[in-house]
């Protein structure tokens, strides 16, 4: 079945440094792929959407200029946490649906990566 | 988008059903209903989508009622590993501009 791969999936990181995350669908093609962050025992909230070939869009309240995002392919977005401080320590994960699938109107799940780590030091 | 409300926590014991109802009542025509899995330090896990009355899979059971203002989840005998976060998620799965958006979910834990 389709997967989606983070990378990578835990990453410990001095304050003040930039940190990047991959995300890539394997078997299938997206041009759009989401990003999500999850503190301790609370739910997913969605930061931006990634959009293949333009610029992402983000939700309210996420800074653009900190957390940059780049969907170069079609199966590759990454999300770059610029001068990373404690309070970005989080779990970061990205999701993605097959666009193919959904463009002959069949049903498909969307995908999450398994996760990433990130504790900033 | 439609609003989900779910009970925060329920526990179980093993070899039990668990059902889950996630309330919806601004559900629109276009949206289906979807849940979705979470262990710990893991992204979600599709477990089981609908649009109306029941579905079934390998997993779980999904129960629509005619009016789909909510819809109930059924986990028939849990075992400890099924402890997890379970979402439930309402929107325009067709449209592919949906964002998926999460609520609070319910966590499970099934006890020995």
């Known amino acids: 079945g389709a997967v989606v791969s983070q990378h990578p999936s835990w990453v410990i990181c001095k304050s003040g440094t930039s940190v990047k995350i991959e995300c890539r669908s394997l078997?299938?093609?997206?041009?759009?792929m989401f990003w999500y962050r999850q503190f301790p025992k609370q739910s997913l909230m969605l930061m931006a959407t990634?959009?293949?070939?333009?610029?992402?869009?983000?939700e309210q309240g996420v800074e653009k200029d900190k957390f940059l995002i780049n969907h170069a392919s079609l199966t590759l977005s990454t999300l770059t946490v610029t001068s990373a401080h404690p309070e970005d320590s989080s779990f970061y994960i990205c999701?993605?649906?097959?666009?193919?699938?959904?463009?002959?109107?069949?049903?498909?799940?969307?995908?999450f990566g398994q996760g990433t780590r990130l504790t900033v030091v | 988008l439609a609003k989900t409300t779910q009970p925060i926590s329920m526990d179980s014991y093993e070899g039990q059903e668990v059902n889950i109802t996630c309330s919806h009542n601004n559900i629109a025509t276009n949206d289906y209903i979807t849940w979705y899995q979470q262990f710990p330090s893991q992204g979600p896990r599709f477990i089981i989508q609908g649009y109306k009355t029941k579905v079934t899979n390998e997993v779980a059971s999904l129960f629509i009622p005619a009016d789909r203002k909510s819809s109930t989840l059924s986990l028939p005998r849990v075992s400890l590993s099924d402890t997890a976060v379970y979402y439930c998620?309402?929107?325009?799965?067709?449209?592919?501009?949906?964002?998926?958006?999460f609520g609070s979910g319910t966590r499970l834990l099934v006890r020995p």
């Open positions: 998620l309402v929107g325009p799965w067709m449209d592919s501009s949906y964002k998926l958006i």
């Open positions: 999701s993605a649906r097959d666009g193919a699938r959904l463009n002959r109107l069949s049903n498909t799940e969307a995908f």
């Open positions: 078997d299938f093609q997206a041009t759009t």
């Open positions: 990634s959009n293949e070939g333009s610029k992402a869009t983000y």
